[in-house]
């Protein structure tokens, strides 16, 4: 009976109306009708593939609030999102636009928090949850990686030393946008915060742990969105730091086996935008239907 009680898998009796939707929407197929009728958990060897995936599933669909599992209530879960949400969502992605020019103050702490709090529930393959987030939420502490990074930078720019990806022509551009759009920071972009998805990278799961990385950044670029806040997502800054400032990226504690592809800057904008933009990429979507 040992993993059952690891689970603390627990139905309240008198609310479950036995409808079996915890049953279908098990990930790791775990849980059956006892005798009694009632949801129970099986015998299982491990957690993930041979057994519970942690994926609270059961206590999410229950309708009548009547499952709690790893000691985590219903009555503490999130009611589901308003039925305007997928509205507002088109609204959000549509007018988020990337910001590079930020005030020079410190996001309020509890927005942060709350944030981050959401960021816990992002997807991860196999609900692996081994995504690492490396939040830097306070502008001089931020100061202080910067100005290792962007020295190590410059220097190495002198010697014509780039990146992977850039070269005299790309930094010559990077540089010259110093004076308007990037506000004296080619490097962040004179964002107070960042945000760094990093996890180890290796085996044959090594693809899903890249996508995890990029899939809570995208998350993450939404939420700050959806707060009001700027943002922008840059492969740049992470290659700075993976290839000319190790350093700096030591000064983060990213360990050296960890994948690291994007960094979000985040903050208050300067600059607000007014309404979206119109990309027109229908060319680009393949859709298969009756075309009515
Ligand atoms: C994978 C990826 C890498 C990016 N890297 C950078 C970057 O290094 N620096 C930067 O200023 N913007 C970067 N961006 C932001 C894009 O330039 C931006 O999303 C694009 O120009 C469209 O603008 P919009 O986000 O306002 O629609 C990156 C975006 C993505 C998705």
Redesign the pocket.
Known sequence: MGMEQKTHFVVDKSKCIKCGKCLNTCSGMVLGFGPDGYPRMKEFERFGWRGCWRCQHCLAVCPVGAISIFDKKPENSLPKPPAKMGEYMDSLITC???C?RFLDRNVDKKIVTSMLSAMEAAPTGGNAQSVEYTVIDDKDRLHEIWRVAYSKMDAAARRHVYTHSFSDFYYGKMKESEKTV?KDDLLF?GAPHLFIAHERCVGKWAEDSKANCNIATAYFELLCNAHGLGT??????AEVLNELAPEARAMLNIPKDHYMG?IVGFGYPEIEYARG?Q?DRRAKIHRYSDGR
């Open positions: 988020r636009r990337s590079r990037r972009c922008t997502i840059m492969s740049y800054s994007l933009v990309k």
